[in-house]
């Protein structure tokens, strides 16, 4: 087997020419390389603690039913600001001829999998029924509105409907990333009710989505056994309950044969959000999907699950706290938002308003590639705000604020997470 050697060198440029013209292959200090599979690395890595990361569980292997979010290929086109708006596009989409649409839309070229003349014949083969439009997941805490009929090739490019279509039902679902070529602090986690699009938390690489539970259709009961039919399944390979059980048997409380659905993903989401984590394991985050480590502490796995759902209550801005948010928009206006920009506690979308009680780290809080106050504001340039969009902003400042405190929480229990593997 070839033998892999390694070495490096930090500095200005002209530095590193003198450096390269004094070495040659036969005087460079070289560290062995012990490569390991399955991905064969030319770096150092910390050998001892990749073995502890790689005994944990692959976030595909807990949940075997995912995929990528939507493509749509042409977003202008599918995406928008409300329900009506996308509405009435479709409709006049639909009937335009060709060419005319193309301009129109400002469509450009056709695509392999993505052209005028698909999009059209999908929308006019569903029947250009209200019952297709939907909320989708456009990027952090941003909602807008499509058309989706989960055919491939149509109005969407890939719709990834064999995922997608199990979050058209009452349902959540994590989102997460394979890889991040980005060097920032790992955060590339979310939980949705919706379908979502594929840069839905990085425009550097696209995001995946589990759902939580998977729901029958009469043409595909291949996905499940025959008793049940009719029923939503966990999206949860067995073998982890059954370990779970195994682990927790004197400790589950009587008259509780398992645990649930629900509590195994708020407990991973709760720990996916431990900062210990992320920066313990972040080497490895970034070039594979993350992995999990399961106490053996039933108590310990109960309140991280506790603090997972308070996170995903948190992020679905839904909690009561929110009657009563941190930040204000104190100043009547016109509400355009032209430049956001952070100044003293104050986020200014003009020269005359501004949101106040904003603290520099909710300022700066990034979830996956995106810094997310900023992007929230920046995505609307040149838009006036909405009075629900203004509630709706307020919310995620107060969103944010919470996520970070509770993250601290779940750091404390983290460290215990780690002995009781």
Known sequence: MAKVYHSEIFGLRETKYDWLNNHSITNVKWNKLESNSEFYLFIPQDQTLQKVYQAFTKITEIFPINSVGIVTARDALTIGWSEDEIWKRVQNFAILEKELARQTYQLGKDARDWKVEFAQRDLKESGLDKNHLTEILYRPFDVRYTYYTG???GFHCMPRGNVMKHLLEENIGL???????????YSHFLITDKIIEHGGLSSKTTCYLAPLYLYPETDKKDLFSEHETGEKKPNIKPELFEELKKNFWESIP???????????FFYIYAVLYSNKYRKKYAEFLKI?????????????????????KQLADLHFLKLKEFDKTISKFP???????????YENERVWINKEQYFDGIKEEVWQYQIGGYQV????????KKRTLTL??????????????????LQIEIDKYFEEVEKTV
């Open 151 to 153: 055919k491939s090739r």
């Open 175 to 185: 989102i997460f990333h394979k890889r991040e070529e980005l060097q920032i602090p």
């Open 254 to 264: 009587s008259g509780k044969k398992d645990v649930t659905p629900e509590e195994i």
């Open 288 to 308: 594979d999907f993350p992995r999990v480590p399961f106490t053996k502490d039933y108590k310990l796995f109960i309140q991280l699950g506790k603090l997972g």
């Open 331 to 341: 100043i009547d206006g016109n509400n355009k938002v032209e430049k956001p920009k």
């Open 373 to 380: 106050c900023q992007k929230w504001l920046k995505d609307r």
């Open 388 to 405: 629900d969009e203004i509630k709706t902003y307020c919310k995620i400042v107060t969103s944010l604020s919470k996520t970070i405190d």
